[in-house]
């Protein structure tokens, strides 16, 4: 028998490989410390897939164990296990498009209604960045579209062994996030008929079904067995309570706070619209919405179209009255699964009533797909590419110090954490020192002696006033550029600086010494004061000139002031009597100029705007620093 090509299953697999590989070339490559909404969380999926870890609220053990195998497969052959959790969302969100595919096809029988359709919603907003990036998404529609694919499977062949594995797949999807029961009217429009057809095998069908559905939770065994494996963990899933605390997402009950006026839930009502609108454009929103009543209307689709309504209206339901208990794009994804094969419902019609107005509107799809493709591309590589999370992997390993007992970097849970943590636990780039988010024991790792260092932007969220309250007192003094050591007590002695006889700038502060350190056209430089009690707040000034000395404002070339020390936080009226202060500052060198002094002072600034020096103190850069 001579092998023939299927034309419509080639031309569809054709298409899912162009989106595989739009997906391949945009996909995340390195740890995420990016703050946007979509992959906020990004970062903590990609080290927890890396060590066989579990995650937040609600859990999600079926993606976090199926990811751990996917990427652990992956790092044998040399793919970065950050790369590795993003190319899970790829995989996930291709085997998603297949199954819509698949349904299209049901739908319509028509191959370029269906293949043009997943097109365009592949390469919507949402749709594209949850395919790429390192998050729970992909794999939950991966989920959804099997569960939807095997309820209209059932609703076919009216098989028991189907409706069992439909059960058991929307069950996993529930399981893995709350946001699938949802799911519950379009699939009750499918089967419930179905069901109720042979009313003799009903009761032992719905007892199987509901069997297997709970059968699924047994994935949640994952993560108290990883907890008392001493996995990396979010939470304490090892214990009943913490079990239940991130089963229930009882960390976040504040999210689900329905609107409390009805101009409220108007506003909730047209962000969500205007966020679909943004997705699909206008045309193309209205196009979908007639889709589905022409879907209602085919008697061919019509138990299908009303399926379709009801996942929509369910979702849209959700999002209208509970908007920030999720991002409403996330939820917004299941309603364009309704819109999507509800536009190849349309495109299929129009092609069957005339099929010169079908092909045309098979080419609007595809140009809306390329439109959605080039206006998009730049907002996805800004999330994929983005390179915060190396650079904090960067700066901890030029400028955290090292020593024993071991230093302690601390972040606030989220990007950085995350960039410090997998370069800690996972790629094995950071070591000589321990990392922990802000909820750990302070007081302890401070008892041990060991250094508590952070970021500077730390303080934005937890100021020096609550660290103080919570050590009972709290110093501060740089640690490196960019880093901040938070301490009981003062810390520098001057055993830790250069010697250099001391410069007295007034009101009782001195330039102790200083360090000036060359990389290139970057200039860092290190300064150590000393005040007995200051009167008021200094500010400081750290200018850099091409000159011997600065004479006019037009000969400073780089400069970097601070409204307090300590990258403007730790003012000098809250200095000790005695105190050793350091502080860090990098300077870049404009291209063409060859530095040859700095000066380096303190100031305060009047109710008028002007300025008055303290001091001044100038620096020949020909010394580069002072010697012992």
Request: aromatic fraction near 12%.
């Amino acid at each position: 028998m001579n092998k023939r090509f299927n034309l419509p299953f080639t031309f569809n697999f054709a298409v899912l490989a162009l989106i595989a590989a739009v997906y391949l070339f945009t996909c995340q490559t390195d740890i995420c410390s990016h703050p946007s909404e979509y992959v906020i969380d990004s970062g903590e999926y990609q080290i927890a897939l890396a060590l066989w870890g579990t995650v937040h609220f609600t859990g999600a053990p079926s993606y976090s164990l199926l990811g751990a195998i996917f990427v652990a497969a992956l790092r044998l052959v040399g793919i970065a296990p950050a790369a590795g959790a993003a190319l899970f969302s790829v995989v996930c969100a291709l085997v998603a498009l297949g199954f819509i595919d698949a349904l299209a096809l049901r739908l319509t029988g028509n191959p370029l209604a269906a293949a043009f359709a997943i097109l365009a919603l592949a390469l919507t907003q949402s749709f594209w960045i949850n395919s790429v990036v390192a998050e729970i998404y992909a794999f939950g529609l991966a989920l959804s579209a099997v569960s939807l694919w095997l309820a209209v499977r059932y609703a076919d062949t009216r098989s028991a062994k189907v409706l069992y594995a439909l059960a058991f797949m929307w069950g996993q999807a529930i399981v893995h996030h709350r946001l699938a029961v949802f799911m519950a009217p379009a699939l009750a429009v499918l089967v419930t008929p179905a069901i109720l057809s042979d009313w003799r095998r009903a009761p032992r069908l719905l007892m199987g079904s509901v069997a297997m559905g709970l059968l699924a939770f047994v994935f949640y065994l994952y993560m108290p067995l990883r907890a008392r494996m001493g996995a990396w963990t979010y939470g304490d899933p090892g214990t009943w309570p913490g079990f239940w605390f991130i089963f229930w997402a009882r960390e976040v009950p504040f999210l689900l706070a329905p609107p409390l006026t009805l101009a409220e839930l108007w506003s909730n009502i047209q962000a969500a619209f205007s966020k679909l609108a943004v997705e699909w454009t206008g045309p193309g929103l209205a196009a979908a919405w007639v889709g589905l009543a022409v879907a209602i209307a085919w008697p061919k689709t019509r138990s299908v179209g009303w399926a379709l309504l009801a996942l929509a209206g369910s979702f849209l339901a959700f999002v209208f009255v509970f908007h920030k208990a999720v991002s409403a794009e996330e939820v917004l994804l299941w309603v364009s699964v309704s819109l999507t094969l509800a536009l190849a419902v349309l495109v299929a019609r129009l092609w069957q009533a005339r099929k010169w107005i079908g092909a045309l509107s098979a080419a609007a799809l595809v140009a809306l797909a390329g439109i959605s493709g080039l206006c998009q591309r730049e907002a996805v590589l800004e999330l994929t590419r983005d390179p915060r999370g190396r650079e904090v992997i960067d700066l901890l390993k030029e400028q955290m110090p090292r020593g024993k007992p071991e230093p302690t970097f601390m972040a606030l849970w989220g990007g950085d954490y995350f960039a410090a943590a997998y370069g800690h636990y996972v790629t094995g780039e950071l070591q000589g020192f321990q990392v922990v988010d802000h909820r750990a024991y302070f007081e302890e790792i401070t008892a041990g002696g060991s250094r508590l260092i952070t970021l500077p932007k730390t303080f934005y969220e937890i100021s020096p006033a609550r660290w103080r309250e919570r050590l009972g007192s709290a110093h501060l003094s740089s640690a490196g550029w960019e880093l901040v050591e938070i301490s009981l007590r003062p810390q520098l002695t001057r055993a830790d600086m250069p010697l250099a006889n001391p410069i007295e700038l007034g009101d009782g502060i001195s330039l102790l010494s200083y360090r000036v350190k060359s990389e290139g056209n970057v200039l860092y430089v290190t300064l150590y004061w000393q005040a007995k009690t200051p009167a008021q707040d200094y500010s400081v000034f750290v200018h850099l000139s091409d000159q011997d000395q600065i004479m006019a404002p037009e000969h400073i070339i780089a400069q970097a002031d601070s409204q307090a020390p300590v990258y403007g936080w730790y003012p000098t009226t809250q200095w000790s009597a005695g105190e050793i202060v350091r502080e860090d500052y990098r300077l870049v060198v404009p291209p063409g100029k060859t530095p040859r002094s700095l000066a380096v002072g303190m100031y305060t600034q009047d109710a008028a705007g002007a300025f008055h020096n303290l001091g001044v103190v100038n620096i020949a850069l020909a010394l580069q620093e002072p010697s012992r």
